[in-house]
């Protein structure tokens, strides 16, 4: 069955943001960040409810640009305690932020849908930052939580901490998971990870990297961004190719969180994504894989397809159900 068209407001933001970035990065492996910038369309933290869920944003390093925003939901009751959903951007490790218009509206839904205290981090980019800085400061984000959990509102509670990502944060959730769990915390919990449609490598080409019809993310592109986050890597590290030959042996991690995958037919890294989950199930880990028939990469960013509010109450499923565990 021939995939249905995309609606013509979503063609045109994919061909704007597409045209935009390829004229920005460079062979060479650079980029025009000012050029990038305008795909970063960007808004302040707003401590006043927009429906009903209130921002502020907290520093964590400023030498490295480390910061997160807050999304805090208004409550009837103060005293309910809410998961905390830490949230890793996407972006090919490249681009965007927290304060992207984007995932503003993203983790606003997350903070109000789910109902959830969602910290969204904005760490180092490539190729500026090149690997691991941006997992530095994914994990020394988790650190600060663990430190000063007075930088989050009363009704958060670190025990119930989800890390979730989309693309390139997908990544990041895992890694970072991981090392949370193999780190001595003493107040935070990763009890969950959610993956959605994450970025994920390797040096030899799958079939659905071979696809003809390459929308929004392609081959080229995904090969200039690993090319700029690591620049003389293998693409068979452990990072890239998470369930590849180098792959790290989660077998001993004995609390290592469910992960809930998110996968998208019409998106190329799928047959990654399936492989991901793959390992984590042969890794004897709690796994749950969601598979969305005719969606792109980043599917959910874009309001006008009705799987973006699924993949919401999915999510809200997965923690409540996690949960109900701890």
């Avoid at 004229?23 to 795909?39: H, P, Q, V």
């Avoid at 927009?50 to 005293?79: A, C, G, L, M």
């Avoid at 915390?185 to 390797?202: C, D």
């Amino acid at each position: 069955m021939a995939p249905k068209p995309l609606p013509y407001k979503t063609r045109f933001t994919i061909w704007m943001i597409t045209t935009l970035n390829d004229a920005a990065i460079r062979r060479d492996g650079s980029t025009n960040r000012r050029f990038l910038d305008f795909i970063n369309i960007k808004t302040p933290a707003n401590p006043t409810p927009v429906k009903n869920v209130k921002t502020y944003d907290i520093n964590v390093d400023p030498s490295r640009n480390v910061w997160f925003r807050v999304f805090e939901p208004v409550q009837e009751s103060k005293d309910t305690q809410l998961p905390v959903i830490v949230f890793y951007h996407g972006g090919g490790f490249t681009i965007l932020s927290p304060d992207s218009m984007s995932y503003d509206v993203v983790c606003r839904k997350f903070a109000r849908k789910v109902g959830a205290v969602v910290v969204s981090v904005n760490y180092r980019l490539s190729p500026e930052h090149c690997y691991p800085a941006q997992f530095e400061d994914g994990f020394d984000v988790l650190k600060f939580l663990d430190a000063d959990r007075k930088v989050l509102p009363e009704c958060a509670n670190l025990k119930w901490c989800f890390l979730a990502g989309d693309s390139a944060g997908g990544n990041l959730a895992h890694h970072v998971a991981k090392k949370a769990c193999e780190a001595n915390l003493s107040q935070l919990k990763v009890i969950g990870v959610v993956a959605i449609q994450p970025f994920f490598g390797g040096q030899e080409r799958t079939e659905s990297e071979k696809m003809k019809n390459q929308i929004f993310i392609s081959t080229k592109r995904t090969d200039w961004a690993w090319k700029a986050f690591m620049p003389n890597g293998d693409r068979d590290h452990e990072v890239i190719n998470v369930s590849g030959p180098n792959a790290a042996d989660i077998t001993r991690i004995k609390d290592f969180p469910a992960t809930l995958v998110f996968v998208g037919d019409l998106d190329i890294l799928q047959d990654r994504q399936r492989a991901y989950y793959e390992w984590l199930k042969k890794s004897g880990k709690e796994a749950y894989l969601v598979e969305y028939p005719n969606m792109i990469h980043a599917f959910y960013v874009f309001p006008e397809f009705p799987e973006s509010a699924m993949l919401i109450t999915q999510v809200k499923d997965f923690v409540q159900k996690q949960i109900q565990k701890h």
